[in-house]
């Protein structure tokens, strides 16, 4: 500990640089004004799954503008960095007032990890809650998982309505 700050030197140097961490952040106006951050992966020799889940994601209809709401699952095992977690959940956030169909925000959002974090693979579940009474779910994986990698099930219950 530095005497001075209070703070593991070691900790300081992993979150050297951010921006939005440990200070109030003004949710970006949308996706493109969205900054995600990164920090070096504290065991990169030593490959693991690293799981995100926002179970109240929501963007708007492009042609409606009425929400829409889905439950995501983002998986990946990381290389060399990982995502700092306030940055995502301000990424996610800003697909808010953001209109796209669900496959364009779940593909925007893996691609936008993909080319922040070019993890050694990646997947993301989008399990859409019903527009027009049909639910659209969206899954992508970058390839198969890394052998020797435990990656859990997603889990998460198909829609079922009032039923």
């Known amino acids: 500990m530095s005497p ?3 703070q593991d ?12 961490l440990g200070r109030p952040t003004v949710l970006p106006a949308g996706p493109d004004a969205a900054r995600l951050e990164t920090v070096p992966n504290p065991a990169p020799e030593r490959p693991y799954a690293i799981r995100f889940t926002c ?4 963007s708007l209809c492009p042609l409606t503008g009425q929400p829409d709401f889905a439950h995501l699952v983002i998986d990946y095992v990381a290389a060399a960095r990982i995502v700092e977690s306030k940055s995502l959940k301000l990424y996610l956030g800003a697909f808010r ?17 993909i080319d922040v974090l070019a993890p050694v693979w990646l997947r993301i579940g989008a399990y859409w809650y019903p527009r027009g009474g049909m639910p659209i779910d969206v899954f992508y994986q970058t390839g198969t998982p890394p052998e020797g990698v435990w990656i859990p099930p997603q889990e998460v219950a198909p829609y079922r309505g009032r039923g």
Do not use: S, V, Y
């Open 9 to 20: 030197p070691q900790e300081a140097d992993r979150t050297q640089g951010l921006t939005q």
């Open 97 to 113: 007032n953001h209109g796209a169909f669900h496959e364009a925000c779940t593909m925007a959002i893996a691609a936008k990890l």
């Open 55 to 58: 179970p109240e994601f929501t």
């Open 4 to 6: 001075a700050t209070g």
